[in-house]
């Protein structure tokens, strides 16, 4: 049955990737346009039918675009975004250590010990805790670290962890659009669009810090039952101290350290390059790594560790792909008559074309990967620019549709998996496809409602 099912989507898979490129030929497509976009939503879209053979269909799609002499081994290497990949990897090194010193154990602790405390005031911190974490850290890192938490405190106060862990999984993709680390999708798009960490600080934060706040005061109405019983169990709560591991050993102490000048180092690096007249985003690239390097020299016992087990190499392996083939859409001149007939249809008006970039790309991503999504838009977007179109607020609408529409289903971002994987393993349970829609499509609509009026309303997006 399961075989049955498989060739059954193979078949659906082709026939969608075929017909758009059948469809585009039809529009003034060249046929090798039209067969280098058939391989590319083969790769892509094969995502959302078999997830865990990600990386086998962008190798697969690789290849074939080499052997069909699509693109030539150059401009592949050219078009991986080398520049992305290593920022990845330091930022995944340095964060694979603050994990392990438990600090955030001791923050969660140290919540629950607040006096007087309720349901309210604990969904609030734990939303802001969320959405800071992944602001700093990436959404994966983040809800990691909150579902481990999550389950350790629902343990003590005895009620159930679901809708927390969902509660945690929404701020913390609302979080993620805050900072360029909080995704990497901010990455891409910064070191595409020129964006700097603070500009991310300037435009995306604030944007963020409302969304949040709304966010949770709709959770906070949507899980009102849930919130009372928590608010009674606080009340005569006995919290174990020693649930919540903490390591204060020096070690422990130098990697939170690094991790700090890191940040550090990734906030003020538009001031370190104008200083040093450093190449624009270099420091921004570079610092991860160089931090990363000195991590594992202070920690030697644990370096070979971080490498193999803090990366995620599954997906820095997917990532490198995925912008090597959405860079042939570009040099294949596929982006640019995308553009032009987006302009045809809406123009160039700047409201407009924000709109329809912001909640294309949101409830694109609710679907598919939004690192999928924001790669495949890039091309379009640069393109639009080429045709007058204000380019910047473009990029943020393309940030906080990939970011908020990531709420709207449990397959929308890869947050959403990794925690209903935890809840699954954790407490045997599974979240209705149905239960989460219901929820994630308010929150997901509201917030990009939110960043779309921001974006128009505010010239600082245009800056």
């Not at 998996?417 to 829609?437: C, P, Q, S, T, Y």
Request: proline share 2%; with cysteine; charged share 10%.
């Amino acid at each position: 049955m399961k075989l049955n099912t498989s060739y059954f989507k193979i078949l659906v898979l082709l026939a969608i990737s075929g017909l758009a490129a059948i469809l585009c030929f039809k529009s003034g497509f060249s046929p090798k346009q039209s067969f280098v976009l058939f391989i590319f939503l083969f790769s892509i879209l094969g995502t959302l039918f078999f997830w865990e053979l990600r990386v086998s269909l962008v190798f697969l799609g690789s290849g074939i675009l080499f052997l069909t002499r699509s693109v030539n081994l150059e401009d592949f290497i050219r078009f991986a975004s080398l520049d992305v990949i290593l920022f990845l990897i330091g930022i995944m090194i340095v964060v694979s250590a603050m994990r392990q010193t438990g600090i955030f154990n001791l923050l969660i602790l140290s919540i629950l010990k607040i006096k007087n405390i309720n349901g309210i005031a604990l969904f609030f911190l734990l939303g802001i805790m969320s959405a800071v974490l992944s602001a700093i850290m990436g959404e994966v890192a983040s809800i990691l670290l909150m579902t481990a938490m999550i389950f350790e405190m629902c343990k003590s106060l005895k009620v159930k962890a679901a809708p927390l862990v969902i509660f945690a999984v929404l701020t913390t993709n609302i979080g993620s659009a805050a900072t360029l680390l909080g995704n990497p999708v901010g990455v891409l798009l910064a070191l595409r669009g020129g964006l700097s960490f603070e500009d991310f600080l300037r435009c995306a934060f604030p944007v963020s810090v409302v969304v949040l706040l709304v966010v949770i005061v709709i959770l906070l109405v949507w899980y009102r039952q849930y919130v009372r019983d928590i608010t009674s169990k606080l009340g005569a709560k006995n919290i174990q101290a020693e649930a919540f591991s903490f390591s204060s050993d020096n070690r422990a102490k130098i990697s939170i350290v690094i991790f700090l000048l890191m940040l550090a180092g990734i906030g003020f690096h538009k001031r370190i390059e104008i200083l040093f007249g450093i190449e624009n985003n270099a420091v921004l690239v570079i610092c991860p790594v160089i931090f990363a390097g000195l991590l594992m020299i202070f920690r030697q016992d644990k370096a070979i560790y971080y490498i193999e087990q803090g990366v995620d190499w599954t997906s820095i392996l997917f990532f490198m792909f995925l912008f090597a083939q959405t860079g042939v859409i570009q040099a294949s001149g596929i982006g640019r008559l995308f553009a032009e007939k987006i302009t045809v249809v809406f123009g160039t008006h700047p409201k407009l074309l924000s709109g329809v970039l912001l909640f294309s790309s949101g409830f694109l991503s609710s679907v598919l990967d939004n690192t999928v999504v924001v790669a495949s838009y890039i091309p379009v977007v640069k393109n639009l620019h080429l045709m007058q179109a204000n380019l910047k607020p473009l990029w943020w609408c393309i940030l906080f549709g990939a970011c908020y529409g990531g709420n709207i289903t449990i397959i929308g971002s890869t947050a959403n998996i990794v925690a209903l994987g935890a809840l699954e393993r954790e407490e045997h349970l599974k979240v209705n496809f149905i239960d989460w829609l219901k929820i994630g499509m308010i929150v997901g609509v509201v917030s990009m409602l939110i960043a779309y009026f921001a974006v128009i309303s505010f010239k600082i997006f245009s800056l």
